[in-house]
């Protein structure tokens, strides 16, 4: 499994022709790590410098892809005496268990890697400490919910009976390794707009942007609007290529997403020029 081949090869289309540059590594790149020292043993994406084109469908899900990014990357980093070993499916009495997202072995040591890629934002009004108010765009997933299944259903599976027989079956002297895993958790983080314009920083990371809600919009009529067109796209640094429009424009277009339970990222252009990613919510 030495070298396997990671990310998915696809013919390229004019359709599908903007997914074949860097950008989306350099945007993944650029992702934070979240910090979740305190509840988790975590692991910092190696920085690399030799960022390839990436090749992806323009109906992939998000965190699909992003672990395909993360997998490139570690592949990039290892030296020859390190082998990669990706997406290990476990499987006990005909019943899939779960998955190894990625394991690194070495001469001495076999390290387990789980890779989460998530969006959140930040709610102040669920709960009185931060880590329970960081929740999904569509608040069907919260932060705090994640690090509870990472460390009683996911991290536990490295460990269990269960997973012996495949670790014996594609790692090399498996019984003489050190064994220890870890937790590489990226993600992007969105705040209240009245909290962003006086503080970027939070326990848990950066404030990669804000959020404001649907009702309160054309408080913001000045300003310009995008909605990238894929959720890839949420991986991408605004920039000025690309087709805006007016605060009007954009409350139709969101209704069409608020039809399907869906609140999208948005690139705004604020009255000074600046550019910054956000959500416009309708809850």
């Not at 910092?44 to 965190?63: F, M, Y």
């Not at 570690?74 to 082998?83: C, K, V």
């Not at 890697?113 to 959140?120: G, H, L, T, V």
């Not at 930040?122 to 009185?128: F, L, R, T």
């Amino acid at each position: 499994m030495r070298n396997a081949q990671i990310l998915q090869t696809l013919p390229q289309t004019k359709e599908m022709s903007q997914y074949f540059t860097k950008d989306y590594m350099e945007g993944f790149m650029s992702t934070q790590s979240l910090r979740i020292e305190d509840h988790l043993q975590v692991f910092n994406i190696p920085k690399i410098t030799d960022l390839a084109a990436i090749n992806a469908s323009h109906k992939q899900r998000l965190g699909h892809f992003a672990e395909q990014l993360f997998f490139q990357v570690l592949q990039n980093s290892l030296d020859d005496s390190q082998y990669l070993f990706t997406n290990l499916q476990i499987i006990d009495n005909n019943r899939t268990r779960g998955e190894l997202d990625a394991l690194i072995q070495s001469d001495h040591e076999l390290h387990h890697i789980e890779f989460c890629y998530k969006i959140y934002l930040y709610d102040p009004d669920i709960a009185s400490n931060e880590f329970a108010c960081w929740i999904g765009p569509n608040r069907r997933d919260a932060l705090h919910e994640k690090v509870k299944k990472l460390r009683t259903k996911q991290l536990p599976l490295f460990f269990d009976q269960a997973v012996s027989p495949l670790l014996h079956q594609v790692v090399k002297n498996v019984d003489h390794l050190t064994k220890r895993q870890s937790v590489c958790f990226l993600g992007q983080l969105y705040v209240p707009y009245n909290m962003f314009i006086v503080a970027k920083t939070f326990h848990y990371g950066q404030a990669d942007g804000f959020y404001i809600h649907f009702k309160d919009l054309l408080n913001f009529e000045n300003w310009e609007w995008y909605v990238p067109k894929t959720k890839l796209d949420w991986l991408l640094k605004p920039n000025e290529t690309v087709s805006w429009m007016t605060t009007v424009e954009l409350k139709s277009l969101l209704e069409t997403y608020y039809h399907r339970d869906s609140n999208p990222l948005c690139w705004a252009k604020q009255a000074n020029g600046k550019l910054v990613k956000c959500f416009v919510v309708n809850w």
